[in-house]
């Protein structure tokens, strides 16, 4: 198997260093996220694999939690001016396109190109690089898996004192449930 590791930063996708791998560094954003999966996706890829940090509505998860993406919306797409539910874009044909589905289990994350500071009913996470990342997937028709580790609770003043620190943790904590998941995925 043969895995494709996405992050935004190179300390989220650092301790992926099992020959199974291969790390790509995209960047913040959505855009980033969507050209850097397709331009480093070749035909060995068996499995997307989006890692990284996100923030949190309160009462859905706490700083700290690792968690399993299930949904991704585009946070940045209104179309309701059109008549088009919240959160549709169109397609390449004309189409329209909405949350694109990835598992069944785990929480829906909100991508915008903004950093969040307000929360939607419709998502419990909220980061930069998702949705590019599921919209590769989607294009490419491969299987995607997105974990994200909790590192700030949206509308909160952050109260964490060394927050690289933190970060750090994650990391490792982001690999240990990635590699938990990768594997469940091979073996089914």
């Known amino acids: 198997m043969k895995v494709l590791v996405v992050s935004s930063d190179s300390a989220e996708n650092a301790l992926f260093t099992e020959d199974i791998f291969v790390r790509v560094v995209s960047g913040v954003g959505k855009e980033n996220a969507l050209a850097h999966t397709i331009l480093n996706c070749t035909e060995d890829v068996d499995l997307i694999l989006n890692v990284g940090t996100c923030g949190a509505k309160k009462g859905s998860a706490d700083i700290f939690d ?5 949904r991704v919306i585009n946070r940045d797409a209104d179309l309701t001016q059109f008549h088009l539910p919240q959160y549709t874009t169109l ?3 004309r189409g329209t396109m909405g949350p694109i589905n990835i598992s069944d289990e785990g929480l829906t994350i909100a991508s915008s190109d903004s950093f969040a500071s307000t929360v939607i009913e419709e998502s419990e996470l909220y980061d930069m690089e998702a949705y590019g990342v ?3 997937a989607k ?3 491969k299987d995607l898996i997105i974990i994200k580790g ?6 909160e003043s952050l109260k964490i004192k060394d927050y690289r620190k933190l ?3 994650l990391a490792v904590k982001i ?6 998941e990768v594997l469940r995925r091979s073996e089914s």
């Not at 690792?66 to 299930?70: A, R």
Request: hydrophobic share 45%; net charge positive.
């Open 66 to 70: 690792v968690v399993c993406v299930k």
């Open 91 to 93: 397609d390449s044909k």
């Open 134 to 136: 599921a919209l590769a």
């Open 139 to 141: 294009c490419l028709k």
């Open 150 to 155: 909790v590192s700030d609770i949206i509308g």
């Open 167 to 169: 970060l750090k943790e």
């Open 175 to 180: 690999h240990e449930r990635a590699l938990s």
